[in-house]
Nanobody
């Protein structure tokens, strides 16, 4: 099995930055990783993804140019650097993973493993 633990969330003013981390343990070989977020009363939405090899990086249009996903396979950790944060970025952020060779990167149903989430609150 795979366990994912997010950290790095918090309260920040608009325009500020945060870096989220997701530490994986268990069977972590060749895992594709993604970040999703869920605001109150809304569906969980895709934020960013990165394949196990570190390539094929994708972003939601709403975060493109502001967020950067990266990974350190030696540490079994994936990061989400969030800059120029906006109040509409407020949500619980979830780390997700799969070991599929073929999947739709922005489809939450294509991820088998999930972390518990970390709250990000951006004040105006």
């Amino acid at each position: 099995q795979v366990q994912l633990v997010e950290s790095g969330g918090g309260l920040v003013q608009a325009g500020g930055s945060l870096r989220l981390s997701c530490a994986a343990s268990g069977r972590t070989f060749s895992m594709n990783m993604g970040w999703f977020r869920q605001a109150p009363g809304k569906d969980r939405e895709f934020v960013a993804s990165i394949r196990w090899s570190g390539d094929n990086i994708n972003y939601a249009d709403s975060v493109k140019g502001r967020f950067t996903i990266s990974r350190d396979n030696a540490k079994n950790t994936v990061y989400l650097q969030m800059n120029s944060l906006k109040p509409e970025d407020t949500a619980v952020y979830y780390c997700a993973a799969n070991t599929y060779t073929s999947y739709v990167y922005n489809n939450k149903d294509h991820y088998a493993y999930w972390g518990q989430g970390t709250q990000v609150t951006v004040s105006s």
